[in-house]
């Protein structure tokens, strides 16, 4: 029985020529390309930490979260000024005035931020602001938005949609690089599957790390914080991403003396963890899917 619209990864060639090893030859097969967002490398000689609030709430709550991240050594700022909410009647984000607050956590810290862009018509937007541009899970087959942000000459951080295989995603990126954008880290932050919601949120695939790295010179890194939805769980699944060879962590942190967070309070951690996780990160020299091929 012939199937219309079924690939496998021996289409990725054909699927995205732009970013397949084998359509790159430079690369070979374990080089990575150095993705820089103003002095932090993505895929350069150690993992990088991006780490910050879920959502921009407000200007203390946000500079209190960058100065805590920054104290604990993360080389980013993440906060969500826009927010892909379930409900349409839940916080939404702050928007443009989320967009300031994350410029003067930037200048107060000196961290680049990165946030996630959901709309096309505001993609120049948040590019005068943003050192990085997200496009998140549920927005990553929204081609018209990848094309846009391809065309924004600012590096992109594409996370996997929720339920995409491996050639969905690089085909996604693969959307952002046909704009002539290859400055693209991918983002892998758990999967729908069978136990989903029983005991997480969602069902972290590290598997697909050396996958990717198999199958594109691309840096990927792990979302440990909605990939689990639990604060307990976010450190081990930091520690197992870096063991899988992942080239960073995006990792959720509250100040809890502002209250519970506005959204995803549950797998946020404090300072304190995210500076263990920091130090376990930095003392990994270059991941280990490298260092198996050097061996
Ligand atoms: C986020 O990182 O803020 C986010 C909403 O994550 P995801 O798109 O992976 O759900
Ligand atoms: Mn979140």
Not at 90 to 108: M, T
Not at 158 to 165: E, H, N, T, Y
Not at 212 to 231: R, Y
Request: aromatic content about 6%; charged content about 25%.
């Amino acid at each position: 029985m012939r199937i219309a619209g079924q690939v496998s990864v021996d289409d990725l060639p054909r699927i995205c020529p732009l970013l397949s090893r084998q359509g790159n030859p430079r690369y070979g097969d374990r080089e990575t390309r150095v993705v820089e967002v103003r002095g932090v490398r993505f895929g350069g000689d150690r993992p990088v930490v991006i780490a910050g609030p879920c959502a921009v709430e407000s200007h203390e709550q946000t500079v209190a979260v960058a100065r805590a991240v920054k104290r604990a050594g993360a080389d980013m700022l993440r906060g969500g000024a826009y927010k892909p909410r379930t409900s349409p009647h839940d916080f939404q984000g702050s928007g443009l005035e989320g967009l300031c607050i994350l410029s003067i956590a930037r200048q107060e810290t000196g961290l680049p931020v990165v946030t996630e862009v959901m709309d096309p018509r505001m993609v120049g937007e948040v590019a005068g602001v943003a050192d990085m541009l997200q496009v998140g899970s549920r927005n990553m087959q929204n081609y018209p938005l990848l094309a846009e942000v391809g065309r924004a000459r600012k590096p992109i951080l594409l996370k996997r949609g929720m339920a995409a295989s491996l050639c969905e995603w690089l085909g996604a990126a693969e959307y952002i690089a046909k704009q002539g954008n290859l400055d693209i880290v991918l983002c892998e932050r758990g999967i729908k599957a069978f136990p989903s919601g029983e005991y997480s949120r969602y069902v972290l695939d590290l598997n697909v790390i050396p996958a990717v790295q198999e199958k594109t010179f691309l840096p990927v890194i792990v979302d440990p914080s909605h990939a689990t939805g639990v604060a307990a769980m976010v450190e081990p699944a930091s520690r197992a991403a870096l063991e899988f060879g992942s080239h960073g962590l995006m990792i959720e942190v509250a100040d809890f003396s502002f209250g519970e967070p506005r959204c995803d309070g549950a797998q946020a951690i404090d300072g304190e963890t995210l500076g263990r996780i920091v130090k376990f990160a930095q003392a990994r020299v270059a991941p280990l899917m490298e260092n198996q091929h050097a061996a």
